[in-house]
């Protein structure tokens, strides 16, 4: 009996110790994450209007959407898409959103596209855990104001992680597909 009573003893000691050492989240408790480490909802948004951000029927726009071209929004979605070394897709477009325009070849899709994507500026997570896939040496940036803010993004397609982002802005970018040189 006695023995039995020292060896739940311990078990518990060496259970409290080892909470003890545990960061919170493990021992149960609710973390306290990081800015980086937030889950998508928790992230102030990128993308999107203002309009798109605020609560419906927000005073400042009258509960207009931005989308049917609200003229308080015009030129507030004005993008420059630079595309090298992907062939025949290369060149350098100007896309307007709100309403959609500009000379890119499907500026209303990759109007939509941007408006859709959770964070389509955002750089690759540097601590992401890619796969060694190459996806050829084409390359784009964004520049120019999206939503009242700037824009100044790079993609390429020199890894998994890389051409999932790629992928994810199609027709922003241009579609390539398998292509790998």
């Known amino acids: 009996m006695l023995r039995k009573s020292l060896v739940a003893a311990f078990v518990l000691a060496a259970a409290s110790a080892v909470s003890a050492a545990l960061p919170p ?12 480490e937030r889950a998508p909802a928790e ?3 990128v993308g999107g209007s203002p309009a798109e951000r605020a609560p419906a029927n927000d005073a400042r726009d ?6 049917d071209g609200d003229p308080a929004e015009a030129g507030t979605h004005r ?3 630079t595309v090298t ?3 025949d897709a290369d060149g350098t477009f100007v896309l307007t959103c709100s309403p959609a325009g500009g000379d890119h ?3 209303q899709a990759a109007c939509d596209t941007l408006r859709e994507a959770a964070e389509p500026f955002a750089a ?3 601590d992401a855990l890619c796969t060694y896939m190459y996806g050829g040496p084409a390359e784009a940036t964004i520049r120019g104001l999206w939503a009242g803010e700037q824009v100044d993004a ?19 970018l241009p579609e390539l597909g398998g292509q790998t040189a």
């Open 85 to 87: 070394g992907a062939g």
């Open 25 to 36: 989240a493990a021992a149960g408790a609710p973390a306290e994450r990081a800015p980086a």
């Open 62 to 67: 009258g509960g207009s959407d931005a989308r």
């Open 105 to 107: 070849p499907q500026s």
């Open 43 to 45: 992230r102030a948004p």
């Open 124 to 126: 690759q997570d540097e």
């Open 154 to 172: 790079h993609y390429s397609r020199a890894n998994g992680c890389e051409i999932a982002r790629w992928d994810a802005l199609v027709p922003a």
């Open 79 to 81: 993008l420059t898409i």
